[in-house]
């Protein structure tokens, strides 16, 4: 069965721009996460949706924002990119309660 | 606020050896722990899950452990083989309403396995 799938892979933007990033969950998962990985501070969790309703958020800048469709797709949306933005955006997405979460690849963003 | 420490930070050993890597964290409630691999500049790799209310599961060489009241899990790698260099993560997921959607990461064990 097809995995988390995330767009782009890579991405390059300047300072100041904004950014979206994609996420397709494995058919039938509702929930679907969001995660930043940095070299310094490793991976911290940005925000969780569940049926389309934010459910966890992370302690991130509202910069970040993020929002999940009907069939579970999930959008994240980076504005006024900072170089300190960059790194890479791993989603995730799990069946149920309890069942563990799957990871995309992840897209990897430079802001320069 | 939940903390996730792992010990070593990064490990060296030769093929066919078994080895251990440790998990720990503050916050005993917690709903369940994952360990993941990842390989440079790739997304994370399940490999176990241990709900709170396990000690251990396994799968092939691998086996994690669990000690809740202690806040600590194990990952017990038998006979490591060069394909098992990545990097090694535990993550929590408290328990309390919804809160097992949100992820703490430990900052991981760089293992490498030399022929």
């Known amino acids: 069965k097809a995995g988390v799938t995330q767009t782009p892979r890579y991405l390059i933007k300047t300072r100041g721009q904004q950014v979206t990033l994609s996420c397709s969950p494995i058919?039938?998962?509702?929930?679907v996460s969001w995660y930043q990985q940095t070299p310094g501070q490793g991976l911290q969790f940005l925000f969780e949706?569940?049926?389309?309703?934010?459910?966890n958020k992370g302690n991130f800048p509202g910069r970040f924002s993020g929002r999940q469709f009907s069939n579970s797709r999930s959008e994240m949306n980076v504005s006024t990119l900072e170089l300190g933005d960059s790194a890479l955006y791993l989603c995730a997405s799990s069946l149920a309660e309890g069942t563990g979460y799957t990871f995309g690849s992840g897209t990897r963003l430079t802001v320069v | 606020k939940q903390e996730v420490t792992q010990i070593p930070a990064a490990l060296s050993v030769p093929e066919g050896e078994n080895l251990v890597l440790n998990c720990s964290f503050t916050d005993s409630a917690i709903y369940n722990l994952q360990w993941f691999r990842q390989d440079p500049g790739k997304g994370l790799t399940s490999l176990l899950l241990i709900q709170s209310s396990q000690r251990e599961q396994t799968s092939g060489r691998l086996n994690a452990s669990l000690d809740k009241s202690s806040g600590r899990s194990t990952l017990y790698i038998a006979a490591s083989q060069p394909g098992d260099s990545a990097t090694y993560l535990c993550a929590v997921a408290l328990a309390g309403g919804t809160s097992y959607g949100k992820l703490t990461f430990g900052q991981g064990t760089i293992l490498t396995v030399h022929p």
């Open positions: 058919s039938g998962h509702r929930s």
């Open positions: 949706y569940f049926s389309e309703t934010q459910r």
